[in-house]
DNA sequence: GACATCAGAATGTCCTGACAAACACTGCCA
DNA sequence: TGGCAGTGTTTGTCAGGACATTCTGATGTC
């Protein structure tokens, strides 16, 4: 069955048609007017509907493909995807995590400071040895508890950050709004037994599980942007990652 | 500098030739006949130097883009992403992972059975209640050492599963090879003290660190295939995943 | 009644053509 | 010498058309 779905265009606006197509079919998907399972009109009806060309459709088609929210099926058609799939792969940070869940996250910052990378944090961030990076230290709490240890480099220059900014805002969210477009990252995650050090800044005893994580983030041009080893308290957080095969 | 970079297509294959294009400039980049950095011809020249239109050629560094393995900038061009981005976003099996790190995993089979699905399981695989599930547990080897207890369920009948080709094979192997196309995952990743009985299996101390991982696997229709729960030494096993957005 | 065959429907691939927008560079002018 | 406008290059978007491939369901035959 096939909803009548309305579609409206603004071809003097300077967002992309296949663009707005695919916005308004994700809106229709998420307001439960496609409901999982139902059949989007064949390419060419719709592209006949909308006064479009069958590529411009194809594309906005695509781009929903791509991230999880319809199947193409050759000879058989567009379906919506079926189950809850949850949200598409994304580089999300601690924080906006926090916040999506509600949360009001509190930052506390232990150390910032410039100084010269030494040599393994220059090779990860593709730098000279030697060259000037930032580092910074800090503690994540939710809900008055602590919940994470942040430890992070960054090339030095790269965005305006003081202990003030990074106590309201996330990293990343900081480093978007610098005009910083991270683009890949290489995450490793694993877990140990808390130090008495650690045990004693995330509030939990000697030998507690944290779940550890090594990131590094690029940018468009494959260079590092940020390094970051961080420790979570297993018992306080998981972490979440969807996967989606092309 | 614009390296030559032969490309031979082969029109009466079925491989598509966008596709044929892709793979061998992918190759190219592997091989280090583009170096990162390296711009490629723009889109015009490569596409009449192949005799192909520009669409095609289009494709072929649009996928290739998604990859993460090219970057494009209007007005300037297509070059080959900087730094060592590892492999794209995969689904991935322990399997797998190990297979490809040159090692020789021995699974061990510890129980194979069909039965009615709990309420729980049965909610997450979107079955009945009751629904007949074909539910396993399996210790993974590495090295000799015991690296992982994995516990899986499965919507029954899916695939045609014994313990013996579970002894040889990973199951996403298994999977695939019987047809199921997984699509999407969903994982979430934790961390615990060990309990007895699982220090004794995996061959640790008791209250040692495990990193746990709940995974739920859904094919192309959103259907879910695979539901898994499984803890890790983490002192032999860390996890590693790629994120890239586009 | 079961199986093979065929037609219709839908997406997949590929082509040609055109204009728009962004970026880098050059040369002009103050 | 420094800033600025113009110009060329390259990718981004969009149109319209053609044929191939694959899946579903109906038809027909044994």
Request: charge should be neutral.
């Amino acid at each position: 069955m096939t909803a009548k779905l309305a579609i409206d265009l603004d071809r003097s606006s300077p967002v992309p048609l296949y663009f707005q197509v695919a916005e308004q079919i994700s809106e229709a998907i998420r307001r439960g007017d496609l409901p999982p399972g139902s059949r989007l009109d064949n390419e060419i009806m719709l592209a006949d509907r909308l006064g479009l060309s069958r590529p411009t459709i194809r594309q906005a088609i695509q781009y929903l493909v791509d991230k999880g929210l319809l199947v193409r099926k050759r000879g058989v058609g567009t379906q919506v995807v079926h189950g809850q799939v949850k949200r598409s792969v994304e580089l999300t940070s601690l924080y906006d995590d926090l916040r999506r869940a509600g949360q009001e996250p509190v930052t506390r910052v232990l150390s910032l400071e410039t100084a010269p990378a030494q040599e393994e944090i220059a090779a990860v961030l593709g730098l000279e040895p030697g060259a000037e990076v930032l580092r910074m230290e800090r503690i994540r709490y939710a809900a008055g508890e602590p919940l994470a240890l942040l430890h992070n480099w960054l090339p030095s220059g790269l965005a305006p950050l003081t202990a003030e900014t990074l106590s309201e805002r996330g990293l990343y969210e900081l480093l978007r709004s610098a005009g910083v477009r991270m683009r890949v990252a290489n995450q490793r995650i694993g877990a140990r037994a808390a130090t008495a050090v650690e045990a004693r800044l995330l509030d939990e005893r000697r030998g507690a599980p944290l779940l550890t994580m090594v990131r590094t983030a690029y940018d468009d041009q494959g260079r590092a942007v940020e390094h970051g080893s961080h420790i979570y308290r297993a018992s306080h957080y998981s972490l979440e990652v969807t996967l989606i095969e092309r």
